[in-house]
C-alpha cells in the first residue's frame, strides 16, 4: 500500500534558525497536505497542494510539491517559540481516496 | 460552530471492559474518520466512512466497531478492551474531494484511553 515516510522524526533547532524538512511517498500522489499539532493538541490543517512543482507560502511556512509529485517540503524561515510542535504530510489519491499520513517531525526550537 | 466535539477527553479501562468513544460534527461534513495516535507513530487510521450508512476498515480496525446513523454522529466501540489498545484516538470530518485533491480534515481535540 502506499507509504509516506518524513525522516527523521525530531529535529532541534535554535531560535531564529531555518528549518526544512521533506516528505516522499512511495507512490505519485494526487496531493499532499500539511498539518500542524501542538504538543498535547489535535492535527491542524495548514495547506494543501496539488499542483506538480507548486510552492505556496504562508507567513514564514513555504510549502513545496515535488515535480514528480511524490515529495514535499516544508521550509520555515527564522524558527519562533510559536512554531514548536509536530508536523505531518498527508498524501492523497484525489476524490473518494482516504489520506496516508507521515509520521511527522516534531520540532523543539531553543530560545 | 463546535467543530468536531469528542467525548470523553480521558478515560482508563480495566482489560475487558467496553466502551465507545464518542464523535459529533456539525459542519454537515460527508466524511468522518477515526484515527488513532501512539507515541513516534503517527495517525493510524481504523475506520471511516463517506456518509450516513456507509463504513470501511482503515489501516488498524481490529479490535473497533463503528456506526453511521446520521451524518452528524460516528461513534466507535471497543467491545473488549486490551493493554495494545492504549492510546490517543482522534475523530475527523471533512467532504469529498474534488477529482484531484482531497479536502481538509478537521480533528477534534481526542480521548485519551489507558487500559489496565
Known amino acids: 500500500g502506499q507509504q509516506v515516510m518524513q525522516i527523521p522524526q525530531y529535529q532541534h533547532v535554535q531560535e531564529g534558525e531555518d528549518f526544512t524538512t521533506y516528505c516522499n511517498s512511495s507512490?505519485?500522489?494526487?496531493?499532499i497536505q500539511w498539518y500542524k499539532q501542538r504538543p498535547g493538541g489535535h492535527p491542524v490543517f495548514l495547506i494543501q497542494?496539488?499542483?506538480?512543482?507548486e510552492v505556496k507560502k504562508q507567513k514564514r511556512l513555504t510549502f513545496q510539491f515535488g515535480e514528480a509529485k511524490k515529495n514535499s517540503s516544508l521550509h520555515i524561515t527564522a524558527t519562533q517559540t510559536t512554531d514548536v510542535g509536530t508536523y505531518f504530510c498527508?498524501?492523497?489519491?484525489?476524490?473518494?481516496?482516504?489520506?496516508?499520513f507521515g509520521k511527522g517531525i516534531t520540532l523543539s526550537v531553543r530560545p | 460552530n463546535a467543530g468536531v466535539t469528542q467525548t470523553p477527553k480521558f478515560r482508563i479501562l480495566k482489560i475487558g471492559q467496553s466502551m465507545t468513544l464518542q464523535c459529533t460534527q456539525d459542519?454537515?461534513?460527508?466524511?468522518m474518520y477515526w484515527y488513532r495516535q501512539d507515541p513516534g507513530m503517527g495517525l493510524k487510521l481504523i475506520y471511516y466512512?463517506?456518509?450516513?450508512?456507509?463504513?470501511d476498515k482503515g489501516e488498524v480496525p481490529n479490535g473497533y466497531n463503528v456506526s453511521r446513523s446520521t451524518t452528524e454522529d460516528f461513534p466507535l466501540r471497543l467491545e473488549l478492551a486490551a493493554p495494545s489498545q492504549t492510546s490517543v484516538y482522534f475523530c475527523?470530518?471533512?467532504?469529498?474531494?474534488?477529482?484531484?485533491?482531497?479536502?481538509?480534515?478537521?480533528f477534534g481535540d481526542g480521548t485519551r484511553l489507558s487500559i489496565l
Open positions: 475527523a470530518s471533512g467532504n469529498g474531494g474534488m477529482v484531484n485533491s482531497n479536502q481538509p480534515q478537521h
Open positions: 459542519m454537515n461534513h460527508n466524511y
Open positions: 466512512s463517506v456518509g450516513a450508512g456507509i463504513t
Open positions: 497542494l496539488v499542483k506538480s512543482g
Open positions: 498527508a498524501g492523497g489519491a484525489g476524490a473518494n481516496s482516504k489520506l496516508t
Open positions: 507512490t505519485t500522489l494526487s496531493n
